[in-house]
């Protein structure tokens, strides 16, 4: 979907070269630390800024005005109009997707419900709290019922059962066939929910990958155990590097060509395995790995 | 185009329902009513007792003391609001002393005034002096007065000397003129006063300032509305559903609506007013149709330009800085236009006629003064005026595009100069 992509903001190269291809019916994210280019990037795929060079398509097709309307995009800025009534602001944003009549009606108040704000329906914005607001914002974004959802941190601010409903809402979507794109800088949220991850850095992609083929690549070599019986035999193990040891619990290293399989088979021949559990590598480490990487090469 | 009319009938129907909305559509009739009202009551000199104006007199040739008395007794008796006290310097033997003595008396402000009426001056070429020692701003009227009392009294006394009758003289001067006004039929005639007169003057000069009104008015609904726009950050989010130029051509659209309701609101009121006040003004559907081709491209120039400052500022604090240029343009009209409207087809009329910002207010003032204006300089004013508004909205477009989004600082013009040549 995007090809090649430059921005700059006078010297400052927001994005460089990037390229991404988000598949249909997936839910995408955008990861990177503080200024790395996600917004920017999000921004120039709705148009709202143009890349200085290389080309955006979405739906196969490179004029996103006419695709608008097949897109829901909640930005990082977020606002509504303050003195409209709820129901208004949907149906207002609603129109401007091209819903009208009763199909208009029926997206206003089935998504009043589906963010639980139907009772406050005709309330002005501004006397909702923040987190009705956020949930209102999410709704606005939705109305129209698009194919591809963008959302630019969508959980900042958010409290853990409107985060969850969220979430839900996201999977429930991709579940639908839709696409979803999103970008955080928290990691443990992306991990829960995303299917591939794009890792940005600096404007430059570091990572695009299936998040299950990104963990199963990056397998650590650490083993985590618990066992009955005596364990000083582990410490001799050819394919053991090192151990560490609290009580029954024990943190074992291996070399980088050793079978967790074979490990598994010498245990439980000698000693009782209560526990076996590779350790996957959580997407915080791999970012800190690769990012921080990346920033000591520059200094 | 259909995101455009949405756009503007949200804007539309937002604006027009706020209180301070129809406050101000109501209060600016009233206003200018009210001054009306007051103004022309002031003039008919209702006022309040005022302290007595005190005048030292010396009359050098002696023989006006009766005419002055009369004159001035006929005076007080009809304005016993604000009596003039008259104090006589007779001069003895000498009379530079006693001048001096009155001077001194002036300086002390003991009186307010002192006059001096020359030896020769019933017959001879000499002078009625009127010696004021810091005279105070309330006065300066009454010295006026003074004066033209003190010259009837002079004139007063030369018909005497001569002969003449006062009573047959002033019959002699009177002659009564009627200005009347003709309707279309023969028994529709008006009587005109002089206030009528005046009006008629000042109708080309409603029709202007209805436009002023117009375009600065709304000009400064649609710089608060981007801002708010701005800072309620609800523009991206408008942005994800409509493109820039479709969200700026639709509040120019919505707002350009606001201003026609407005503007005509106060039209028909006016013209109402004007109706049962007995002045007969006729508009022509000529000049409302220029009228409103005027008013719309003026209103489109300007809104163009105010919605790119909008877009570059972030609070309407720092819009006022940028404002104040765009807006003394608007000005210059308001202080020519009875230069233009004596001479519709001087220089000066024409050269404001072909600078557009300035097009519209100068050629509705010389259309409604009633003069002929060769049509084809309307035609040129109106296709430079829509060059000119394409132009605006063009450069508009692209400052719009990139302000909106800059958060925090405002853009330079140098900044500004070079989003317009990039994208």
């Given at each position: 979907m995007l090809n090649n992509v430059h921005k700059s903001f006078g010297d400052v190269r927001?994005?460089?070269?990037l390229s991404v291809r988000v598949p249909k019916g997936s839910i995408y994210g955008f990861l990177?630390?503080?200024?790395?280019?996600k917004t920017t990037t999000l921004r120039m795929i709705m148009n709202i800024i143009r890349p200085d060079t290389g080309r955006i398509e979405i739906f196969g097709d490179s004029l996103v005005e006419q695709a608008k309307a097949r897109i829901g995009y909640m930005p990082e800025e977020r606002g509504l109009?303050?003195?409209?009534?709820v129901a208004k602001v949907l149906a207002y944003f609603g129109a401007l997707k091209g819903l009208a009549g009763n199909e208009l009606s029926h997206c206003v108040s089935r998504w009043l419900q589906r963010v639980e704000l139907t009772n406050w329906a005709h309330k002005k914005v501004e006397e909702l709290s923040r987190g009705m607001h956020q949930k209102l914002q999410f709704a606005v974004t939705t109305i129209n019922e698009p194919e591809l959802l963008i959302l630019d941190e969508p959980f900042a601010g958010l409290d853990p059962i409107n985060t969850d409903l969220l979430k839900s809402i996201m999977i429930e979507m991709r579940d639908e066939g839709k696409t979803v794109i999103f970008s955080t800088h928290v990691m443990h949220e992306a991990e829960k929910v995303c299917d591939s991850i794009l890792l940005i850095n600096k404007g430059q992609a570091i990572l695009d990958d299936k998040l299950a083929h990104i963990q199963s690549q990056r397998t650590s070599h650490i083993v985590s155990v618990e066992l009955e019986?005596?364990?000083?035999f582990i410490e001799r193990l050819p394919m053991v590097t090192a151990v560490e040891s609290d009580g029954h619990h024990l943190e074992i290293s291996l070399t980088d060509s050793a079978d967790t399989q074979e490990l598994l088979k010498s245990l439980v021949n000698r000693v009782r395995v209560k526990r076996f559990e590779v350790k996957v590598p959580s997407l915080h480490e791999i970012f800190v790995d690769l990012v921080g990487k990346g920033n000591e090469e520059d200094s | 185009m259909k995101k455009i009319l949405r756009v503007a009938q949200r804007e539309y129907m937002e604006t027009v329902k706020t209180k301070t909305f129809i406050l101000g559509i109501l209060m600016v009739p009233f206003i200018i009513g009210g001054i009306i009202f007051f103004t022309s009551r002031m003039s008919r000199g209702k006022t309040g007792p005022q302290l007595p104006i005190k005048v030292a007199v010396t009359d050098l040739s002696n023989e006006l003391d009766d005419e002055i008395k009369a004159s001035f007794n006929k005076y007080n008796q009809e304005n016993p609001n604000r009596q003039i006290r008259i104090q006589n310097l007779e001069a003895q033997e000498d009379s530079d002393t006693v001048q001096k003595q009155g001077r001194d008396k002036l300086r002390q402000s003991q009186v307010d005034a002192y006059v001096v009426l020359d030896r020769d001056i019933l017959e001879g070429p000499g002078k009625i002096r009127l010696y004021t020692y810091k005279p105070k701003a309330s006065n300066i009227d009454i010295f006026w007065t003074i004066e033209n009392l003190f010259r009837r009294a002079v004139v007063n006394q030369r018909y005497k000397m001569q002969n003449l009758s006062q009573e047959l003289l002033a019959k002699l001067q009177h002659v009564p003129i009627e200005q009347v006004e003709m309707g279309s039929a023969d028994d529709q005639d008006r009587v005109q006063s002089k206030t009528d007169r005046a009006l008629r003057m000042m109708v080309p000069f409603f029709f202007m300032y209805l436009i002023f009104l117009g375009i600065v008015g709304t000009g400064q609904h649609m710089i608060s509305n981007v801002i708010e726009e701005k800072s309620s950050r609800v523009i991206e989010v408008l942005l994800s559903a409509v493109s820039p130029f479709q969200l700026m051509a639709g509040k120019i659209l919505g707002l350009g609506g606001i201003g026609l309701t407005v503007v005509g609101l106060w039209a028909v009121a006016a013209y109402i007013t004007a109706r049962w006040q007995g002045l007969n003004i006729d508009v022509t559907t000529e000049l409302v149709l220029y009228f409103v081709i005027y008013y719309i491209l003026g209103f489109l120039l300007i809104t163009s330009l105010l919605t790119a400052v909008g877009s570059i500022c972030n609070t309407i604090k720092e819009t006022q800085g940028m404002m104040m240029p765009i807006m003394m343009v608007f000005i210059i009209p308001l202080l020519a236009w009875f230069k233009v409207v004596r001479d519709p087809n001087g220089l000066m009329s024409r050269v404001f006629s072909f600078l557009p910002p300035l097009t519209p207010m100068v050629m509705i003032l010389r259309l409604s003064s009633g003069s002929d204006i060769w049509k084809v300089e309307i035609f040129a004013s109106i296709i430079l005026l829509a060059v000119a508004v394409l132009v605006a909205m063009w450069a508009a477009a692209k400052v719009f595009r990139t302000g909106i989004?800059?958060?925090g600082k405002r853009l330079s013009f140098r900044e500004v100069c070079r989003c317009i040549r990039q994208s």
């Open positions: 927001a994005v460089n070269n990177g630390p503080n200024g790395a280019g109009y303050r003195k409209m009534t019986g005596n364990t000083g | 989004l800059m958060y």
